[in-house]
T-cell receptor, first 116, second 109 residues
Framework: NAGVTQTPKFQVLKTGQSMTLQCAQD?????MSWYRQDPGMGLRLIHY???????DQGEVPNGYNVSRSTTEDFPLRLLSAAPSQTSVYFC???????????????FGPGTRLTVL | DAKTTQPNSMESNEEEPVHLPCNHS???????IHWYRQLPSQGPEYVIH???SNVNNRMASLAIAEDRKSSTLILHRATLRDAAVYYC??????????FGKGTRLSVIA
């Protein structure tokens, strides 16, 4: 298994540009999520999904859109990039999210995004 | 969300045991105690979790206080590769992982 994969690894955008960060997992996990991590900070939850067709907002959803059309993929869209969105983005997945808090989550390697 | 309190940083000598503390005085009966770590320039990785009893796995041990208001992650022999930020997180129900600032562990050769 490749686990959780993220593309691209690095990206530089100009203010106002749009782009999609890709996240895929080959473990047939129902739960997937997106976090951002600013320098020297912990991770903050952007959006999450408990299955295909179901998404919900996390702590910092503004400026980001998600959709979940398949179990494997959970793309994160930036509609109009802003310098405040410069961060490292991590995707995660879990097979037992609805197991009452005992599941293990697997994280991707991250996408480092810079918005000029 | 139930809160956890961890020291900002700790230091250990290589090949010595490391005890990373976590306080969670407002823990509820259904909260699992999770530990994740984040190596430099990598995504977080799962370390261990427990509910009431102490737990051991190939990476670490988790010692949970009898009243569950604190726990300790134990690395039995720290190596340079264990230098990371360690996060103690409480989870119950169907709530996503919520990360605090964690403890930055430095390992000295």
């Amino acid at each position: 298994n490749a686990g959780v994969t993220q593309t691209p690894k690095f990206q530089v955008l100009k203010t106002g540009q749009s782009m999609t960060l890709q996240c895929a997992q080959d473990m047939n996990h129902e739960y997937m999520s997106w976090y951002r991590q600013d320098p020297g900070m912990g991770l903050r939850l952007i959006h999450y999904s408990v299955g295909a067709g179901i998404t919900d907002q996390g702590e910092v959803p503004n400026g980001y859109n998600v959709s979940r059309s398949t179990t494997e993929d959970f793309p994160l869209r930036l509609l109009s990039a802003a310098p405040s969105q410069t961060s490292v983005y991590f995707c995660a997945s879990s097979s037992e999210f609805l197991a009452g808090g005992r599941d293990t989550q697997y994280f991707g390697p991250g996408t480092r995004l810079t918005v000029l | 969300d139930a809160k956890t309190t961890q020291p900002n940083s700790m230091e250990s000598n290589e090949e010595e045991p490391v005890h990373l503390p976590c306080n969670h005085s407002t823990i509820s009966g259904t909260d699992y105690i999770h530990w994740y770590r984040q190596l430099p320039s990598q995504g977080p990785e799962y370390v261990i979790h427990g509910l009431t009893s102490n737990v051991n796995n190939r990476m670490a041990s988790l010692a949970i206080a009898e009243d569950r208001k604190s726990s300790t992650l134990i690395l039995h022999r720290a190596t340079l590769r264990d230098a990371a930020v360690y996060y103690c997180i409480l989870r119950s129900g169907n709530t996503p992982l919520v990360f605090g600032k964690g403890t930055r562990l430095s390992v000295i050769a």
